[in-house]
């Protein structure tokens, strides 16, 4: 064999990684990592009890074939008990990698009940995000259309889910799955986010909404808009205090124009508002108010 010379690619060979590289690695990963040992693909598998409760909810629509109208019963049986199953082995993951505890199989199973008895109360108000999608958007031209092409639907759906898992009573898994909603459209909604019926994001890019915030009934965000905190109450070691309210609540029946940013956990947009685009809010607003960016421009 021919030795290859320096600055050669060699694969296969070694020739490319010092002797002590790997453990080198190994040492400076961050503290706590260790725990993931436990819970190898937790993410590809977390996607994929995602796709299984959305195919039970959905199965026409996220299925890989037609399934004729007599195979659904047991076609929604199969994909609720695949995705239990599979859900119920990552919770037990989900609490090692989170916080080193070792969750009790019974703990696991009762969480993920909890979740599956859930899903038609998720699907019931996912069916209301779809008429105001479909009411709210002329260039809608049906329901349908919105299932398959909106990236509202596709954030929005797999946020409910999570949102019901989180309050299951799971870590970990929930985030991820806000994470792979905003991989795939652009929106980061985070699963501890409180949102009401009929919501609806029209393009949708570049949304944030943060873990504290509540959104009320029938509101509408446009892309671009930044549900966020304003600033960050610290401890006495300058770290950022978790577990306090630090993003705005929107109250029902509010419209927000593309780019608007709106900061704050004591920040209220009261109902029936009208915030503009690029408008910059960390201060409450009352009901029935309209905020426009009135920048002058000299020509």
Not at 103 to 119: S, Y
Not at 131 to 136: E, H, I
């Amino acid at each position: 064999m021919t030795e290859p010379t320096k600055g050669e690619r060699s694969p296969g060979t070694g020739a490319y990684v010092p002797d002590g590289l790997p453990e080198r690695l190994l040492s400076l990963r961050c503290a706590g990592t260790d725990a993931a040992a436990g819970g190898f693909g937790v993410k590809l598998r977390t996607q994929r009890a995602t796709e299984l409760f959305r195919m039970a909810m959905y199965p026409n629509l996220f299925s890989t074939e037609p399934i004729p109208a007599d195979g659904l019963p047991a076609f929604v049986a199969e994909k609720l008990e695949q995705g239990a199953e599979l859900l119920c082995e990552l919770t037990k993951t989900a609490f090692r990698c989170a916080d080193g505890t070792v969750c009790p199989e019974t703990q696991a199973v009762r969480a993920v009940e909890r979740f599956v008895d859930a899903l038609p109360e998720v699907m019931r108000v996912l069916q209301t995000d779809i008429d105001a999608a479909y009411l709210g958007d002329p260039a809608a031209k049906s329901p349908l259309e919105i299932l398959l092409a909106y990236p509202s639907f596709e954030a929005v759906s797999i946020h409910r889910l999570a949102h019901a898992l989180l309050c299951a009573g799971v870590p970990l898994l929930p985030r991820i799955m806000s994470e792979y909603a905003h991989q795939k459209t652009g929106i980061d909604i985070h699963p501890g986010a409180k949102i009401g019926e009929r919501f609806f994001i029209d393009h949708g890019t570049g949304v944030v909404i943060g873990e504290t915030c509540t959104i009320g009934r029938d509101v509408k965000l446009y892309q671009g808009v930044t549900l966020g905190a304003r600033s960050f109450e610290l401890d006495d070691d300058g770290h950022p205090v978790k577990g306090i309210k630090r993003h705005p609540d929107i109250e029902d029946r509010v419209v927000i124009y593309a780019g608007a940013t709106i900061l704050g956990g004591d920040t209220v947009i009261g109902h029936d508002s009208v915030i503009g685009g690029n408008v910059w809010l960390t201060r409450s607003v009352p009901p029935h108010t309209k905020v426009y960016n009135t920048l002058s421009s000299r020509m």
